[in-house]
């Protein structure tokens, strides 16, 4: 797993965003392993995050039951996220939502949970101790140790990107397709710093979400898994934002397929 930014959502306008910050990449963690003990549904795990490097831990879990991490740190800039199987998306954000995890999973696998710092204490190398307490209920238990995988999966071919362009005279666009299985559909659209992006979605499936990732970055602005539909927001740098359609849950491990359609304008600036 690769040294990844993190991201931060903040209120704007009743919308939540997230703000960029870029950090260089560093050495794949290790991944530990977290155990039950048997006839147990919950272990706690404690350790020392140090700088920008990140600690990983992997748990098996099966679709639909609950997972809750809650965790003590010892600096506030202290943080985890939550990451399923086959996914580079996170469904759990600790630098935007706190410090208490709980919700149904979406898919079966091995989820990782990754603990990381942010501002001064990553930046300066500072070290944070920490508490994990995770829990799985519900659905039966899950497997006391993650199936062996590949820490870091071999990433798949990135799909080429379709360019957005409004009508002359016109603000919006909208455009509509079909996503199949773990497949991404991307957009582009050219927008400049200070401009307001709006998109929304209409889509045949639940379980299929848009994300809104800005110019020359990784890190997505806006995670519709997470926040749903629509986005809007200022933009934080001029060029081209990069809109990527996805699904995820049974959807996208049994190759079902989901018909959208894309709402997307950029006012002011």
């Not at 506030?76 to 995890?101: A, H, Q, R």
């Not at 942010?118 to 070290?127: F, I, R, Y």
């Not at 829990?135 to 899950?142: D, P, Y």
């Not at 997470?226 to 359609?245: C, R």
Request: charged share 15%; proline share 6%.
């Amino acid at each position: 797993m690769l040294k990844r930014p993190h991201r931060l959502m903040n209120a704007a306008s009743g919308v939540w965003a997230i703000t960029l910050l870029s950090f260089s990449a560093v050495a794949a963690p290790a991944v530990k392993e977290v155990q039950f003990a048997p006839g147990t549904s919950s272990a706690k795990v404690s350790g020392i995050v140090a700088g920008k490097n990140d600690v990983c831990y992997r748990l098996s879990a099966k679709e639909g039951q609950t997972i809750k991490v809650t965790a003590k740190t010892e600096r506030k800039t202290t943080y985890f996220n939550v990451t399923p199987p086959g996914s580079g998306e996170d469904i759990f954000i600790g630098s935007s939502l706190g410090s208490e995890f709980e919700g149904k999973l979406p898919a079966t696998g091995a989820y990782t949970i990754t603990v990381y710092q942010m501002g001064a204490a990553a930046s300066e190398n500072k070290t944070s101790k920490y508490d994990l307490e995770i829990s799985i209920t519900g659905g039966g238990a899950a497997p006391a140790t993650a199936p062996a995988v590949p820490a870091t999966p071999a990433a798949s071919p990135k799909p080429a990107a379709k360019e957005v362009k409004f009508a002359p005279g016109a603000s919006s666009a909208k455009i509509n397709g079909t996503i199949a299985g773990k497949n991404d559909v991307l957009y582009t659209v050219s927008a400049n710093e200070g401009q307001t992006m709006k998109v929304s979605a209409t889509t045949q499936r639940k379980t299929t979400y848009f994300n809104v990732t800005p110019p020359n970055s990784e890190e997505a602005l806006f995670i519709g898994s997470i926040l749903g539909s629509p986005f809007e927001g200022k933009l934080p740098a001029t060029g081209a934002y990069t809109i990527t359609v996805y699904q995820m849950g049974a959807a996208a491990s049994e190759n079902k397929t989901s018909k959208y359609d894309l709402e997307i304008s950029i006012t002011g600036g």
